[in-house]
């Protein structure tokens, strides 16, 4: 395997630990994916190992049929979908699953998260959207990914009475998304006991977006 490879093995294996530190997992009931730079193959989790157990060797090795490469323990259950992502999505390097408690919560109910933290527009873009019902196995999940993000800015989405999907420019930042995710729909679902969260005006969406996209953070040095 190549340097490449080797090194995002060990991404891929360590994010996973962020997984657990924000508590978005129970069991072995999450996880995540990296594209390998320039090669149609990606790195996921495999199947059913506990998160403890983890190491960079043990990572999947697929291509972008899913189909494992070498090695050999069997990629996450989740692998289809991942692969549809990646072979519809090129921008996206990363995808992560999770079941966490919030999300799908709303994932349950079918409601899309709407937008009303300024949280939200910075990350999210607006709302973070429900995809359809879909059974795991085949590619229904991916098109359901891929149909609903299409139309949206939000690198999250929230699979019909499942759980939450979240794709980023790499790995990191597919799990950032999941996160945040988390965060907004419980702050969310908390507001709501209260009483019904205001909007936050489209031109002000945008425009937190926009920044926080764009010139919020640290700049890259040259
Ligand atoms: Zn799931």
């Given at each position: 395997m190549s340097a490449v490879v080797g090194k995002l093995r060990e991404t891929v294996c360590r994010l996973h630990d962020e997984l657990v530190r924000y508590n978005l997992?129970?069991?072995?009931?999450g996880n995540i994916s990296g594209r390998v730079p320039g090669e149609d193959l990606f790195v996921i989790k495999p199947s059913g190992v506990s998160y403890d157990e983890l190491s960079p060797e043990s990572m999947v090795v697929c291509d972008l049929d899913g189909e494992?490469?070498?090695?050999e323990l069997s990629p996450s259950s989740d692998t289809a979908a991942h692969a549809y992502v990646y072979r519809e999505m090129p921008q996206v390097g990363g995808v992560v699953h999770t079941h966490s408690t919030y999300a799908s919560a709303w994932a349950a109910r079918g409601e899309a998260i709407p937008c009303v933290l300024t949280a939200m527009a910075d990350e999210f873009g607006g709302e973070i959207p429900v995809g359809p019902f879909a059974l795991i196995g085949g590619d229904d999940i991916g098109r359901g990914i891929v149909a609903t993000l299409?139309?949206?800015?939000?690198p999250a989405i929230l699979m019909r009475n499942h759980g939450v999907f979240t794709v980023g420019a790499d790995a990191r930042a597919a799990v950032k998304a999941a996160v945040m995710c988390e965060d907004v729909a419980r702050t969310v679902h908390v507001a709501r006991q209260l009483g019904e969260p205001l909007p936050i005006p489209r031109p002000a969406v945008d425009s937190l977006y926009d920044r926080y996209q764009n010139v919020y953070g640290q700049r890259s040095p040259r």
């Amino acid at each position: 395997m190549s340097a490449v490879v080797g090194k995002l093995r060990e991404t891929v294996c360590r994010l996973h630990d962020e997984l657990v530190r924000y508590n978005l997992v129970a069991w072995t009931a999450g996880n995540i994916s990296g594209r390998v730079p320039g090669e149609d193959l990606f790195v996921i989790k495999p199947s059913g190992v506990s998160y403890d157990e983890l190491s960079p060797e043990s990572m999947v090795v697929c291509d972008l049929d899913g189909e494992p490469v070498g090695g050999e323990l069997s990629p996450s259950s989740d692998t289809a979908a991942h692969a549809y992502v990646y072979r519809e999505m090129p921008q996206v390097g990363g995808v992560v699953h999770t079941h966490s408690t919030y999300a799908s919560a709303w994932a349950a109910r079918g409601e899309a998260i709407p937008c009303v933290l300024t949280a939200m527009a910075d990350e999210f873009g607006g709302e973070i959207p429900v995809g359809p019902f879909a059974l795991i196995g085949g590619d229904d999940i991916g098109r359901g990914i891929v149909a609903t993000l299409k139309g949206h800015r939000s690198p999250a989405i929230l699979m019909r009475n499942h759980g939450v999907f979240t794709v980023g420019a790499d790995a990191r930042a597919a799990v950032k998304a999941a996160v945040m995710c988390e965060d907004v729909a419980r702050t969310v679902h908390v507001a709501r006991q209260l009483g019904e969260p205001l909007p936050i005006p489209r031109p002000a969406v945008d425009s937190l977006y926009d920044r926080y996209q764009n010139v919020y953070g640290q700049r890259s040095p040259r």
